[in-house]
């Protein structure tokens, strides 16, 4: 009881110190001036929210970090997608500071843990093969065994966010125990980094590894530990993604409230014809059966009893809703807005453009609703 | 436990009791008492067929699980009012004929005099009055204030003239309550008084309408110079509609229920299996959308349940559930008619399988987005009491 | 140009003389009065359809038609759609009267068709042996040939429209070469036929047949024509369903807009309310794409240069939408009618009871959108 | 073909040729001259990338089809019209600055003076002015009654104030048709007057609007105190509304062409073989139900193309076309976006298929829905004009 009011008051504070980013006028010029260009985010900002801690929020005491569960992170990523905030809080620091702080050798995480939290060296899970993909087994990237413990890696990872601005990679390959996790700096030989732009303004990375030559210390987890930890974690980015959606399509919801309150036709309100209050209902509607559902997921997450099927599950549940909820509330944004909501001056565009993307991050709902599918048989109670 | 007493009391303290064991000692006394030809009616049962399930209640003592002990309830917090239906729904029990329960007997309480309550709450508890609710008129389903059903005061009754319609169970009942105008002239909701109408009283005339399900489940009402005792009036006269209001209570909830679509989709997968689709990949496809949908439903029902649980009203937000569950119910069902061909349009269940009655499901489905207010009405009430959107 | 001048003047005609059985003011209580009691239609109107000339529509002029083609039948199919007129047309005459006339040995046509034509005998086309099928191949039931040139049948056949006033069944049996067309009267010893009511209150047989003796004279059609023949007067069957649910789901809708024209809530006919009016946009915008396919099919299927798969495939786009159509439409017009839709006595149930019958005869939307794509590779151009 | 007439006259009776030989001409010509770099554009072309389409159209003397040959165009029947815009959908061409052809020429040849035919058809047919229309307003987008740009008399000129918006290509303009208030007293459409501005005239300022597309196709143009001589009002002034009405022709049926959904159809199919999804049952459902989508379509587009053969003109069921095309096109491209995963949010084309830009053509439906008369509106006109439904 007591540590979920403490819990409580600590999301009200993470909720607080992200309206220091998001300002609550909702004011996007800075999120528009850093379109368009690398490293598709602002390198200071990205300081400031690692001297906030936030890099540290799921990290455990021990390690420096605030202790937090999966409902807090969710509620600052919502917060953070609100005000579409470019900076790849969950790609960039959360992700990898929950890989690193859990490599094998205590030693390791000790020593580039304080890189990373404090913002000096930006990191990314480079786990991905092949679009609308959540499989961390499919991976034919190759660690070949070197002598004293390292490994030559050759392989080609996809669709790694904001990656022009990322320093080092975590990557996934296969050696013959299964897949184990490496540490790659982007300046190693035989790293090529190609960036592509997005619909949101921000870039996209396609890593080649073309026998990349590692040392021991490199291995962050080995197969061992590895394919659990991962999936894990990659569960948890999924649901802070659900999240950052629910932020984004709140607002976005809210935008168009006023413009439906305002704007006036035929010298009524467009907000008092009946067609567009009840298309606004429904997507109330949509709006709220995410919320319950990322909620529920963060619940799950948090919740040590929860075996992983229902807790991936139940990130699968959060993150299908949330994704096409989020493509609907937006679509339907611009389409209420009318011709001023389809030009790039008007904020409402840049929501359809970030769910765009984020609703594509981490599974899309139609993938997500196959894997829940999937996980089903192993969370069907009598209910 | 026999002659004019035929309700019992049930002295344990269910609040008191952790919320998993109070569920426990109800499925103990479901597995136990509850008839099982009972479980998973596909329709709502007349009084005669539900009667046996009311009296087990009674004589238990657990009949008005939400009202106050000291008028013979149970005194349950909303959560455990909460968590007693769902296991219900959960066994599949009958809604017995409830209107005195849920709805008359809480406003006698709260705004009847105390001959009132002496009078008609006994009778609730031991099965004599069976009530029904007359709200609706021909040309005032949504929109009360166009009510025209009159009483009008004559010495120490009034003589009541006019009609009820969608009166659910009215062929069922003894007791109808009622909203009446006393006052012409006043506008809109005001003018409306609360009337307890015998409906075994002169001049009362009942006539079941069948539905599109063939079942007489509601009932148009005539008064044609019905004479009701003045003391039959509840609360002030012409602040009628203000009462009524106050009674949609917590249980506004249990429209949103998952409970139908649950059923509903509970029968797809097995009619996908019948059809041979169980592994068909387009219909896996399908499933999975409506099993999220409904995964969704669980989610955010339980959300208001939470409020309740910690003791906030419910605001108009909850029209969100009733939408949601009457549309998903429907949407498995129309994906029932989908697949199951030719199956779909038997009046009955399927050959083989008497369990799967499709074009029953479907039929049933269509009411929920019409009873209890439109869904019209509801995608309103959010647009502009929660959205604030104008007009 | 003449001819297709004829042609509408004969549809014109043909859809005056409906009429005279669907009266436009739209007095369902015949209608009504035949429901859940066999044989679910009226005798007497059955001989007089006969007379007018209806049953014969689509023969020869040699063999006694009109000689007209599927437009016509399409015409006179919607305008009893529109009247839900139980007499089964299609199934009960039409359909066998194609079957019949194109018989092997011209002399059976010539020995059958008149009790046929003049609704002294009503007969059946029995092909069906699982739900949710359109296959004519797919016949488990046997045709054991015996000497001299006749077989014993046996097998099962489901779904027989208004079977319980039918005196004959066509049935396909499978022999050696392939499937055939056998006429097997009701009387016949190892004939069973069971009947249960649909939901609109007609009735659907299920025909057992346990070593039906039959003569050589009883086979209709050999495997050498058979199997065309039955697709392509199927598909006809089809065509004229999808017109029967036009006409259903015009007037259902008519009667709605009525409804919405004259109910008044809030002081205001509901007609008025901008969600009711745009929702009824949609469902004219359903029935008018209704309305082109099924005249797009049936102009298909009176065109001899147009091939097989091209037909079939336009008769599977009309039945289609006009299956999910004629749903949806008769759907929202009991949710618009509001309690009183729900009721039994107020008309709009029937249409809706109807639409389930008729949408899935002869294949529902599903089973058509797939028999559509399965036809598509056969039928894709350029364009 | 040099000089002042940049513009030939083609003399071939096309009206009298049997349609599948006129578009067997249309096919070699567009074969022989269509430039190639132009095909299938994914952004409306602006005139300094069409031209060369539009001068080829000029010196062949197909500019305008529609016009009657006195004026210098080919006199194509309606439905000769539809099977030449027809066999251009089909092989992708661009669509030119065609507002002076198919909007303020037929406007002018019906309603214009001598003096102005004289003066402003040879203009277009050579090239020399290209034409946008100023209608919409920034409050009267819909809602033409509450247009507010306003040109006052003075002498033999009218003084224009006031600013249009989402003026296609305004940017690539010289000349505009314009909508302007000349008397403020007047109710709602009355009191709009029909105005030529000369758009290189003081005080005429354009400033383009970049899109969701980040393409500048729409413009803002602002008038401060612009001199537009009177000989430039077309018709009599305040009447400008119903002549603007009136050139809503046979043209509206393109808006609900089928052409763009064909088109993306077709690209969500090379996508599905690109994911390895072409034989995946569940979206061989998806992809059949909108393949249906389109063929019914195109069966309902056909229906009102031979209206048009039949010389009869359009009524407002037309609307129904535009609803349908609009948002098929949309659920297509949303189908795109479901199978593309992080494809679809690629700012340009996928990998490996410079052909497949998802989220290019997802952010191009959007507008679909909107421009022409949102679908909001079309739907009311259905409702109304259509249905007849009341208020």
Known sequence: MNSSEDSAEAIRMLRESAAAIVPPGGDLGRVRALRFKEPGYDPAMWRRMAALGWFALRLPEAQGGAGLGVAALAALAEELGRGLVPEPLVAGAILPAALIAAADEPGRAAALLPALLSGARTHAFAWQEAAASLDIARADTIAEARPGGGARLAGRKLFVPQAAGVDAFLVTAREAEGISLWLVPREAAGVALATETMIDGGNTGTLALDGVVLGAEARILAPARAPALLARTLDEAVIATAAALLGLMDRAFAITLDYLRTRTQFGKPIGSFQALQHRAADLLVQIELGRAAIGQAARLADDPAIPAPARAAAASQAKARASDAALLVTRQAVQMHGAIGYTDEHDIGLFLRRAMVLSARYGNAALHRRRHAALAPAIDTEE | ?391
């Open chain 2, 1 to 391: 436990m026999s002659g004019a007493a035929a309700f019992g009391h049930d002295p344990t303290d269910y609040n008191a009791m952790p919320e998993a064991a109070f569920r426990q000692v109800v499925r103990r006394f479901l597995a136990e008492n509850y008839p099982p030809a009972l479980r998973h009616p596909q329709k709502r049962l007349h009084f005669r067929d539900s009667r046996p399930w009311y009296m087990i209640l009674a004589r238990k003592g657990w009949l008005a699980p939400g009202w106050p002990r000291e008028h013979g309830g149970l005194g349950l917090s909303a959560g455990r009012q909460i968590a007693l239906i769902e296991e219900y729904e959960r066994h599949g029990c009958a809604r017995s004929n409830d209107m005195g329960i849920v709805m008359i007997g809480p406003l006698l309480i709260r705004y009847g005099t105390p001959e009132q309550r002496a009078r008609f709450l006994p009778a609730i508890l031991s099965g004599e009055h069976i009530w029904c609710q007359g709200y609706s008129e021909p040309d005032a389903g949504s929109d009360l204030a166009a009510l025209r059903t009159h009483a009008m005061r004559e010495g120490d009754h009034y003589i009541v003239n006019g009609q009820k319609i969608w009166t659910t169970l009215g062929n069922d009942a003894n007791w109808m309550f009622c909203l009446v105008r006393t006052d012409r002239q006043a506008k809109k909701q005001d003018g409306i008084s609360f009337l307890l109408i015998d409906m075994t009283a002169p001049g009362v005339r009942v006539r079941p309408i069948v539905n599109l399900d063939m079942h007489d489940e509601f009932c148009e009402v005539f008064f044609d110079n019905v004479r009701v005792p003045a003391a039959n009036l509840v609360g002030e006269p012409n602040k009628g509609w203000a009462m009524a209001k106050a009674l949609l209570g917590f249980e506004r909830i249990f429209l949103g229920s998952p409970k139908q679509s649950a059923y509903a989709l509970e029968r797809l997968g097995l009619l996908a299996e019948r059809m041979g689709l169980a592994e068909d990949a387009a219909f896996q496809d399908r499933y999975a959308q409506l099993r999220l949908d409904l995964a969704d439903l669980r989610a955010l029902y339980e959300r208001f349940a939470e409020q309740l649980r910690q003791g906030q009203e419910l605001g108009p937000e909850v029209s969100m559930l009733k939408i949601w569950q009457s549309e998903l119910f429907q949407r498995i069902t129309e994906t029932m008619l989908e697949i199951g061909g030719e199956n779909a349009a038997l009046a009955g269940p399927m050959e083989g399988d008497r369990d799967l009655n499709i074009s029953g499901l479907f039929i049933n489905a269509r009411p929920t987005s019409i009873y209890g207010g439109t869904n019209e009405i509801q995608r309103t009430i959010l647009a502009k009491n929660v959205l604030k959107l104008p007009g």
